[in-house]
């Protein structure tokens, strides 16, 4: 039972009653004491090994509370079309992955946002036909919530003029009544049988050594059933480097309650999750629901009808499994809290709304009351300055409202919804406390009264994502019998300023215990 001494100058522990220390000892993966090197190094032993860490400081390992990782890992090995500024673009860049497909194979990738491009239009199947005609092509936006498909993917999906509109979801169509290509939300669901990667495990155990090289020790993992396979296969061959709070896919309850699974169980490795509920769909697609309409367009889409949601949750919360449910607009957030509010107490699980992004400034208070825990994406703020102030002009709303929400007492666990922001946590954190892009637009910030300060920030992106998942007496700080989830970094993030953290390098991260993952 060997006892492992790491030492630093500047040890952040996340615990309010000893913020600061020198160093700390671990054994068997958990913290067996920290405070200065004498008082550490004497409750260790003199057989402890010592470890020197590098760097300006070290912290609690950051905990994202809301990422695709089999998506994110799949991202990176198709076309990614984030950052183009026009269809051309976009599509030269399809055209040169196209290239180089075998004859019949899938071309996936997408991340495009038509909102950003010069000029804003809106793609067609037929701009996929001129670049990529034999093979089928499926693109979904930046926010997932809608796909680009092309002739060939249509055909395989058995979509046609002739197929109706599903509930929650929308086939645009041309003044044919043929469907432009353009998918939105349940209407893409026949594309995802083909849409899945074919070596998961392999795209994961890659992702994964991304993530750890961001300062990531834990994740609350939103994707499906294949991913949840490949992780536990993961961590019985012993592969498994960070933590996986794994969540259950809606058309995946029924399986998972006739399993008995239940939200936290598990091990530290890998534990059952929430079930993900989609309430509405995304500012970006026009599909978030609004309680009035956006610039332009309608109230947006509620992806679950009202009375089936409060079925969902009753039928989760009887067996044992808490609730996350996707909301952006602020008539899918009051529909959300009106729901748990019938379904009422569930001691034991903590429920969620994942995004939270517009919300009636008097729902807060509602939802801090109602215990429900706003899972938030920082970047998803400066991302979308430009889309609020054009699509939500004259509406009052508290947007992306992390000041008002701990003001009120709501619990924030910050994540990055991956691949559809970076899962770089630090832009994250200058995010939430400058509210402005990393080129420092808007100046003062956007909504400045919404900022947060450093700590809280990173108080959000550690013990609050564990508080989300129930294990805030496991993870987030770096206490005696927490677990060792550390890193070592090159920028203080609570002496630096916020553009300095922006650009903070991760050096070591210790998982269990353990390095494993160090700059090269």
């Not at 990782?69 to 183009?84: E, I, K, P, R």
């Not at 480097?241 to 490795?269: M, N, Y």
């Not at 070592?488 to 922006?502: F, I, K």
Request: with cysteine; charged share 20%; proline share 6%.
């Amino acid at each position: 039972m060997s006892i492992r001494v790491y030492r630093h100058g500047v040890i952040h522990t996340g615990d309010g009653h000893r913020p600061l220390v020198q160093a700390l000892a671990v054994r068997d993966g958990l913290v067996l004491a920290v405070g200065s090197e004498a008082d550490v190094r004497a409750a260790a032993g003199a057989t402890a090994e010592l470890v020197d860490l590098d760097g300006a400081a070290v912290m609690p390992g950051l905990y994202d509370a809301h990422i695709h990782t089999a998506q994110y890992a799949h991202s990176l090995t198709t076309v990614d079309l984030a950052g183009t500024r026009s269809l051309a673009e976009a599509l030269t860049r399809i055209a040169d992955r196209a290239a180089r497909l075998r004859p019949g194979q899938w071309l996936l990738g997408g991340r495009w946002n038509s909102n950003v491009w010069d000029p804003p239009v809106q793609p067609d199947r037929h701009a996929l036909d001129a670049v990529c005609p034999g093979n089928p092509v499926a693109l979904p936006t930046v926010d997932g919530h809608t796909t680009w498909a092309n002739t060939a993917a249509l055909r395989l999906a058995g979509i046609d003029a002739a197929t109706a509109d599903p509930v929650g979801g929308q086939i645009v169509r041309d003044d044919r009544g043929e469907p432009t290509g353009i998918l939105r939300e349940t209407a893409a669901d026949p594309l995802k049988p083909f849409m899945a990667p074919a070596d998961l495990g392999g795209l994961l155990r890659a992702g994964q050594e991304r993530l750890l090289a961001l300062g990531i020790t834990s994740v609350h993992d939103i994707d499906g059933e294949d991913c949840r396979a490949a992780y536990q296969e993961m961590a019985t061959a012993g592969d498994l480097k960070l933590r996986v709070h794994k969540a259950i896919r809606l058309e995946h309850l029924e399986q998972a309650i006739e399993e008995g699974r239940r939200t936290g169980q598990g091990d530290d490795w890998f534990r059952t999750g929430p079930v993900k509920v989609f309430s509405d769909g995304a500012l970006g697609s026009h599909t978030c629901h609004m309680s009035r309409p956006m610039t332009g367009g309608d109230h947006g889409i509620a992806v679950v009808p009202h009375e089936e949601m409060i079925r969902l949750f009753r039928t989760a919360a009887r067996a044992g499994i808490a609730i996350a449910t996707h909301a952006i607009g602020d008539q899918a957030n009051r529909l959300v809290l009106d729901a748990y509010e019938a379904v009422g107490p569930t001691p034991g699980l903590r429920h969620r709304i994942e995004h939270a992004q517009h919300l009636r400034p008097r729902d807060l208070a509602r939802m801090a009351r109602l215990g429900v825990v706003a899972s938030m994406q920082p970047v998803h703020c400066t991302s979308d300055i430009e889309l609020v102030d054009t699509l939500l002009a004259g509406h009052e709303l508290a947007s992306y409202a992390w000041r008002g929400m701990l003001d009120a007492g709501v619990a924030l666990a910050f994540g990055s919804d991956a691949p559809v922001e970076d899962p770089n946590p630090f832009p994250a954190l200058h995010a939430a406390v400058t509210r402005t892009r990393p080129d420092g637009s808007p100046a003062g910030g956007w909504q400045p009264e919404q900022r947060i300060s450093m700590a809280e920030a990173v108080h959000a992106h550690t013990v609050g994502a564990a508080y989300a998942a129930g294990e805030e007496s496991r993870k987030g700080m770096l206490a005696p019998g927490m677990l060792a989830d550390f890193i070592a970094v090159d920028t203080d993030p609570y002496r630096e300023p916020p553009e300095a953290v922006l650009r903070t390098r991760v050096l070591t991260t210790v998982v269990g215990g353990e390095v494993r993952w160090q700059l090269g």
